[in-house]
């Protein structure tokens, strides 16, 4: 039998068959050249070439691939083994007995969930706004495991080989069939000889017992950019746990956290500052200054500047993700000498006088003061 006999052809299908065509083609071909009842003589092979044509099929993605490329899986072509049969039509409950065997027999994840690649590590990060607001490179030091550099992750020792394993044949599963009064069930197992990777080690590095990774101390430098907020993560390629005789290493999470500023509260990409302001200043209008991430900033105040008032410093604030940067936000705390000189007293007592400020205000005055209107 040619081994790339067309799928539709297979299934007896025209190429615009609908799923549920395919199915019942399935159903009904299988009955026919089923192995525990066809007298066809090459049962067993076109049982498992009809399983491969429906496999393909039935998957959305592997018939558009099929359909396009002629494969289900034009990156690897289509795999060679692993496809087994079993008795869809045991008597009882056609459907669930579908399901059962497909899922067992069609999953093909085996080898990806035994060849893991390592795991993502995470990590916190403590920064200063300052080292926020600039960007900053910080070294960090952890424990992980990483690629066996005496084998370079392959596992095996020196002269050693990685060699095909000889109880799965590489496919890194196994498939038991099960008699039952249903019929005969496949199910397939992870391989336990080579942990389903496919290969086995001889003889196996004996700096990484042939796992092709070990406990190692690791230092990087988590490089953060400016501008970063409190709890985001910064991702370092690679640096988490390697992969399983050289597969892929998994990455380093760093969550940065910014420690609280002792003057300066950030919201978003504006900071925000108090500041005190002397009345006079606050009355007659004039500049401040007032500390910002680089040094001082020079704040105007304008004339008659109320206590809570806020001034804005343009572009003093951290810096944007896409360029330019936040404003400082001054609120203003409008500061009263608590202590006068004779002079000053009196240069006081004459502003009074000319204000005109009332000994006995209005009750509506009072109201308006009281409220700092
Ligand atoms: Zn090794
Ligand atoms: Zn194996």
Known sequence: MPATRDYYEVL????EATDADIKKAFRGRARDVHPDTSD???AEELFKELNEAYEVLSDPQKRANYDRFGTADPQSGFPGGGYGYGDPFGGAGVGDLFSVIFDGVMGGNARQQ????GHDMSAQIVITLEEAASGVSKPMAYARSATCESCSGSGAAEGGSVKTCPSCQGSGQVVS???TILGTFQS????????ATG?????????????????A?????????????DGQTVRVSDKGEAGLRGAASGDLLVTVRIRPHDFLHREGDDLHARAGVPMTVAALGGEIEVPGLDGPVPVRVPAGSQNDATLVAKGAGMPKGRGGHGDLIVHVNVVVPTRLNKAQRELLE????????????????????????
């Open 12 to 15: 007896g299908v025209p190429r």
């Open 40 to 42: 066809h003589d090459d």
């Open 114 to 117: 035994a060849r893991p690649e």
């Open 177 to 179: 069939a099960r008699r």
């Open 188 to 195: 397939v197992a992870a391989c336990d000889t080579c942990a």
């Open 199 to 215: 290969t086995v080690i001889e003889p196996p590095c004996p700096a990484c017992s042939g796992q092709g990774r070990v406990q």
């Open 217 to 229: 101390r690791e230092s990087v430098s988590v490089e953060i950019p400016a501008g970063i907020r």
């Open 350 to 373: 004459q502003l009074n006088e000319t204000l005109g400020t009332s000994k006995h205000p209005s009750p509506l005055e009072r109201v308006r003061d009281w409220l700092g209107m």
